[in-house]
């Protein structure tokens, strides 16, 4: 598996526990270096599109990537540009699928830039330089990947931590264009 040297990924065992507010904070810290995308990866099954709204594609698709160009709103992919990010992409898919959303996704981007990924399903098809996972009591039994998810991290964050957040987002670093983490044990 290839190690993509400028990727930071940014897991989490549920919703609402503060994976995109920690994304926003590594943002806004990185573009100062280098150029950053924000990315959201949802692999959402039908029953469950109304917790996270739609991006106005075409149902039935394999998979679908859409650049975010708003800055009103609350989205995650708008919070990625208010961030700092100076593009932001949604890609929805499910797993059958992922790895060839990856592919396509890497066809509007440079190679050069820092990405920011939002997701818990592509550390399984690919290696970041950086894999984090945002850990919430109250819903962490909801997932079945959790605990193998929790293994492969190279740091576990606690839910909505801002203090700790701000921590470890100060502990990624690029040196000869590569992104290093700077901290040790879980």
């Given at each position: 598996?290839?190690?993509?040297?400028?990727w930071?990924i940014v897991?989490?065992?549920?919703?609402?526990?503060?994976?995109?507010?920690?994304s926003?904070?590594?943002?806004k810290?990185?573009?100062r270096?280098?150029?950053?995308?924000?990315?959201?990866?949802?692999?959402?099954?039908?029953e469950?599109?109304?917790?996270?709204?739609?991006?106005?594609?075409?149902?039935?698709?394999?998979f679908f990537i859409?650049?975010?160009?708003?800055?009103d709103?609350?989205?995650?992919?708008?919070r990625?540009?208010?961030?700092g990010?100076t593009?932001?992409?949604?890609?929805?898919?499910n797993?059958?699928?992922?790895?060839?959303a990856?592919q396509?996704?890497?066809?509007?981007?440079?190679?050069?830039?820092?990405?920011?990924?939002e997701?818990?399903?592509?550390?399984?098809?690919?290696?970041?330089?950086?894999?984090?996972?945002?850990?919430?009591?109250?819903n962490?039994?909801?997932?079945?990947?959790?605990?193998?998810?929790?293994?492969?991290?190279?740091?576990?964050l606690?839910?909505?931590?801002l203090?700790?957040?701000e921590k470890?987002?100060?502990?990624?670093?690029?040196?000869?264009?590569?992104?290093?983490?700077?901290?040790?044990?879980?």
């Open positions: 598996m290839n190690v993509f040297k400028l930071v897991g989490g065992t549920g919703r609402n526990i503060g994976k995109t507010t920690f926003e904070i590594l943002i810290k990185l573009s270096y280098s150029p950053v995308t924000g990315i959201k990866i949802s692999n959402i099954k039908p469950g599109l109304e917790f996270h709204g739609t991006h106005d594609h075409k149902s039935g698709e394999a859409y650049e975010e160009t708003r800055t709103g609350n989205k995650d992919s708008i990625f540009l208010k961030s990010a593009k932001s992409y949604f890609v929805q898919t797993d059958d699928f992922l790895p060839e990856f396509k996704l890497q066809d509007y981007m440079n190679g050069d830039e820092i990405v920011v990924c997701s818990n399903s592509l550390i399984n098809i690919m290696k970041p330089a950086v894999f984090l996972m945002i850990k919430g009591e109250s962490k039994a909801s997932k079945t990947y959790v605990e193998k998810s929790l293994k492969q991290a190279d740091y576990v606690d839910a909505m931590d203090n700790q957040f470890v987002a100060e502990a990624i670093i690029l040196r000869d264009r590569e992104l290093k983490f700077l901290m040790g044990e879980k």
